[in-house]
């Protein structure tokens, strides 16, 4: 993109609300030692594990911001990226927004290991699992943040197509094809560069620049 950035389109950092509640969760259960154990507080803290809820959200921020930065590397200057981004009236957020001439893309960062299947019975509902696990619940969950961005950009006038990707970096998926769940694409953050990047153009520039903005306003950083 030729124009410069708008000084109130905020990028936002990939991973900053992740961080922030891994290190709510530190303190806390650090505080709650030394109360406990004024004199041995800080020793028992050396000697045991962070519990794995802890443990979940420095993976979360880590993830996020492997991903920021491998579709930071991947996609030219014409591709807008906004990170962590706090949607309206919830506590939850996006993860990522890339703003493409191929649309608008809803990211939701996951690291998980082992290999992800989606199993479509011959009687009953298909199912997204990950190492054998059902996580079909993920699909969903990106789906409502399409229909939110939808929402947004149709408020603001603007005619956009929005995708939604569920982007893993460490589980496994299939090398020659790629997978798709319900309307939410399947990708490592390589392959999901990819299908930004050589998507058809849907978007002018400037309905690219315009989209981002809408976006940015909107969405604010988490």
Not at 35 to 49: M, V
Not at 99 to 118: C, E, F, L, P
Request: glycine share 8%.
């Amino acid at each position: 993109m030729s124009e410069e950035r708008p000084p109130d389109r905020d990028a936002g950092t990939a991973g900053a609300s992740a961080r922030r509640e891994h290190e709510r969760r530190k303190a806390n259960r650090e505080r709650r030692a030394r109360e406990r154990h004024p004199r041995i507080g800080g020793l028992l803290l050396l000697l045991q594990d962070a519990p794995s809820h802890e443990r979940a959200w420095a993976r979360g921020a880590s993830g996020e911001k492997a991903v920021a930065g491998s579709l930071a590397r991947r996609l030219g200057s014409d591709v807008v990226l906004l990170h962590d981004r706090r949607l309206p009236r919830s506590r939850a957020n996006v993860d990522h927004i890339a703003i493409a001439r191929s649309g608008v893309w809803v990211i939701d960062a996951k690291r998980y290991a082992g290999r992800i299947d989606v199993v479509r019975p011959l009687f009953g509902s298909a199912r997204l699992t990950i190492a054998g696990r059902d996580k079909t619940t993920l699909v969903a969950g990106v789906r409502k943040q399409v229909a939110v961005v939808e929402r947004l950009l149709a408020n603001a006038g603007l005619d956009a197509p929005v995708f939604g990707a569920l982007c893993f970096v460490d589980a496994e998926l299939p090398l020659l094809r790629s997978l798709s769940f319900d309307g939410v694409a399947l990708q490592h953050p390589r392959g999901l560069a990819k299908r930004i990047a050589a998507g058809p153009a849907r978007l002018t520039p400037e309905q690219v620049a315009d989209s981002a903005t809408a976006l940015a306003r909107a969405l604010p950083p988490a």
